[in-house]
């Protein structure tokens, strides 16, 4: 059968090495497509903790980028430095949210757990103290005035809470890479 060119088993003509092979057939960029797809997406907990811990950093990312953006533009239009450092505080629910998000994201993948956990607990520490300390002293219902001792441990324990949620967005991003180059 050799010398007539066909494969006696296939029926076909038989390749010879170093000849081209012409197009793929449809069934095999179908099965290429879907072995690059799960060979980028890794296992259905790595697919999982990649989507927690890509949402998780957007929700974390959304009150540091909206207060940058405000301050911005209350900068060029008041001629001055303002900045809501607040704002963080204010939008505690998306920080909470996208936590919660990359601590289930970096459970599932088994990765970075330690640190996600300690920097959430710890900025939510700090915005709890911040926040007592300010009911406790008076500062939050106006009975002291907005300066002294008091009024700067409050501002120190929020802008260090807001490092905090910068920080742990990076960490988001890291956890994100480290997951999606794994898969």
Known sequence: MRES???AKRDRPQRRR????????AEQVVR???KSLICNWGTGRQRAG???AVTG???????IGLMIVTAFIGTLSA???????????ELFFLVLAGWILLLIGSLVTQRMRILVAALGGAAFVLLFASQLTAVLSGLASGAIPAE???WYLVLGMLILYDLLVIVLGVAGIRLSHAVKTAA
């Open 148 to 150: 002294g001792p008091i």
């Open 5 to 7: 060119g066909l494969d």
């Open 18 to 25: 170093g000849e081209a092979t012409g197009s793929p057939s």
């Open 79 to 89: 001629g001055r430095l303002l900045m809501d450092y607040f704002m963080p505080a």
């Open 32 to 34: 290429l497509a879907s």
């Open 57 to 63: 950093t957007v929700l974390l990312w959304i009150p």
């Open 50 to 52: 990649l989507i927690c």
